[in-house]
């Protein structure tokens, strides 16, 4: 059951730890090893930094906790444990013409992993946060036992677990409240755009009646900075046959670097002429939920180096602000930019979940000094202009940024102290965040 202590990496490749993994497959035993010491739960380990896994920790596997245990069509509500991965249980909901809302990029992620991290999908500008969609769930801590949580029933700590990085206990199930599924394809537009402004423009003037809304971006053009595509998609009833995919490990880095200067400006300039001749296209309702699925060479071609995402919110206020001063930040930094999109956010900021109303940017860069350059001046300006930042995706943010840009952060530590005082729950995140 239990591993022999090995190198384990997340998935940017930027962190390892060495640390010892186990795998239960019944309760019993899982209250046995979480009983045994500091411990962290662990789903498809696809988070980009070292969030389920820590020096002192054992890693306990959720994956064989993966079964479905309730589907109410009635009250629009399904049971599932926490290690069910969210690509089967769509195949599900949808096969019945329901569907979670919100849901991240690819079909392997756990329920417990989406919890654990509050994450949002491609439609969060209407459907908010994975949390909005959790009715209830159970936690398991050893010196509480089993918990049932929900927004009556101890809303604190329910709040807390929501986005609380896994650090409140093992989530064993959750129920979910689910939607009717508008249609089993969708419907994808084009919208070409100038600038990183203008994508924003484009995206507030179309939000209403779309399904899903967000932007791609070139950001190394020595003129027409930003210029890109904002993608505009609707259910609709019929069309988009299923693309079979190629199943392939997303976490496997090839032996050298691909992405440099050179081949990141051929392959968006590609990307740009594909994107106009497509202009509109219909996709089958998988392929159009989990985009980054089949796309598993673009993380491979970082390298054993991997790669560095930075993933911020700024207040609509404060966007042109931050997009006068983005500009001249990377042209000093001089680093390759694999990948920038923007996606209009909504709500309001809660604990350390990546939430809050305003307009989100993201950008891919390979990991190398010049990127920690690139987000040490991203930091800068995320403070300066009242936004916060991905913690999921972010492997070397510290306690004082956080401090700083995320207001609920003294609350979430006073919070997690009171329930948990002897630290039971341990990773590299929460070392490095020091909660």
């Known amino acids: 059951m239990l591993s022999d202590a090995t190198a384990i990496t997340s998935f940017d490749g930027t962190e390892s730890v060495v640390a010892r993994l186990a795998r239960p497959e019944r309760y ?53 444990e926490a290690g069910l991965r969210v690509g089967p ?40 946060n994975f949390s909005e969609s959790v009715a209830s769930l159970e936690l398991l801590h050893p010196a509480h036992g089993r918990l049932e949580l929900s927004a009556e029933r101890r809303p604190d700590l329910f709040d807390l677990t929501l986005g609380g990085l896994g650090l409140t206990g093992v989530v064993t199930r959750a129920t979910l409240r689910v939607r009717k599924l508008p249609g089993h394809a969708m419907q994808v537009e084009a919208v070409p755009c100038r600038s990183l402004g203008d994508a924003v423009d484009i995206m507030r003037t179309r939000a209403e009646g779309v399904d899903a809304l967000y932007s791609w971006h070139d950001l190394n053009r020595t003129s027409g900075f930003g210029r890109g595509v904002v993608f505009v998609e609707r259910f609709i009833e019929h069309g988009g046959k299923p693309v079979p995919t190629v199943q392939r490990d997303p976490r496997r880095r090839g032996r050298f670097a691909l992405w440099n200067a050179v081949t990141t400006r051929s392959a968006l300039a590609a990307y740009a002429l594909l994107q106009r001749w497509r202009g509109r296209r219909t996709l089958g309702v998988h392929q159009a939920m989990f985009p980054i699925e089949g796309l598993e060479g673009y993380y491979a071609a970082f390298g054993r180096r991997g790669f560095r995402e930075y993933q911020l919110i700024v207040p609509f206020s404060n966007w042109d602000g931050l997009v006068r001063e983005l500009e001249p930040c990377v042209r000093r930094n001089r680093v390759p930019i694999t990948l920038a999109s923007l996606k209009l956010f909504r709500g309001a900021a809660r604990h350390l979940s990546f939430a809050g109303e305003g307009v989100c940017l993201a950008v891919d860069v390979p990991a190398n000094e010049r990127a920690l350059s ?40 006073t919070a997690l102290t009171a329930f948990d005082p002897k630290r039971h729950f341990q990773s590299r995140l929460r070392e490095r965040l020091d909660v």
Do not use: W
């Open 89 to 128: 249980l769509t195949q599900f909901l949808a096969s019945r013409g329901y569907f979670l809302p919100v849901l991240p990029g690819y079909p392997a992620i756990t329920v417990g992993g989406c919890l654990a991290f509050d994450v949002h999908g491609k439609s969060q500008h209407h459907s908010g």
């Open 28 to 80: 019993r035993d899982l209250e046995a090893l979480v009983a045994r010491g500091p411990a962290i739960a662990r789903g498809a380990g696809l988070s980009y930094c070292a969030a389920s896994v820590g020096q002192s920790a054992l890693g306990i596997d959720m994956t064989r906790f993966d079964r479905l245990l309730a589907f109410d069509e009635q009250a629009g509500l399904v049971t599932v």
């Open 374 to 413: 690139l987000f040490s001046a991203l930091d800068e300006l995320v403070v300066k202009f009242g936004g916060s930042i991905n913690l999921s995706k972010d492997s070397r943010a510290g306690r004082e940024l956080c401090r700083q840009i995320f207001p609920g952060f003294a609350g979430f530590a």
